[in-house]
């Protein structure tokens, strides 16, 4: 049953990361878990939610939509990249958004919010990789970036948001997820847009356990509570 291994999954996936923040000599409750349900089932959720969960990662607004209607008691994270022109329905539904990279989208999102009369916590994607494929800012100009974020009210930035390189090499990875740690440190030290920027979202089910060692405060998990993702969704 897709329950039962949901479950079995879960606990599996809390052993480790119990284990990991043991190595690294973190306590547990340092490291929020987000399960990532882009292309699950709207019953999948369901049956999640029965293991304690209620917010959950997506990456396209149209699933926030359709899993809302679904379960109106969840929440979801917007943890994937948000053209401007979903920004108003993004700032209507998301709690918070993992993937901004780009001022405009800031805009549009903060124009929305202020009608809307709530704020929304943003976390800051940065290209810690250097590949072409991905979303996020060059490392070069998240200082410049960050700072401008003062000028949105509506906007809450907590933290930065990395998705590291591919690969089998523990010092490639870990080197994204420093990099990620050492932006993080000088927005602090500048106290950039008055904020204490105390999330480091990165780390996903290939690479969580190494991402904990590394000081991630927010794990993105997938396959590793739902198994793998066939196409289409289904609500």
Known sequence: MIEQAIQDRVSALEERIVAACRRAGRPRDQVRLLPVSKTKPGSALAEAMECGFRR?????????VAKQ????EAEFALIGHLQTNKAAKAAELAVEFQALDSLRVAA?????????GRSLDVLVEVNTSGEDSKFGLAPEQVMEFCGQL??????????????AMPSTDEEVVGACFDQLAELRNRLRAEAVASSSWDELSMGMSNDFELAIAHGSTCIRVGTAIFGSRPAPMAV
């Open 56 to 64: 959950f990662g997506e990456n396209r607004v149209q699933e926030i």
């Open 69 to 72: 209607a679904y379960l109106p």
């Open 108 to 116: 549009a999102l903060d124009r929305k919010l202020q009608t809307l």
């Open 150 to 163: 003062k000028d949105f009210d509506s906007l809450n930035p907590i933290g930065l948001m990395t998705i």
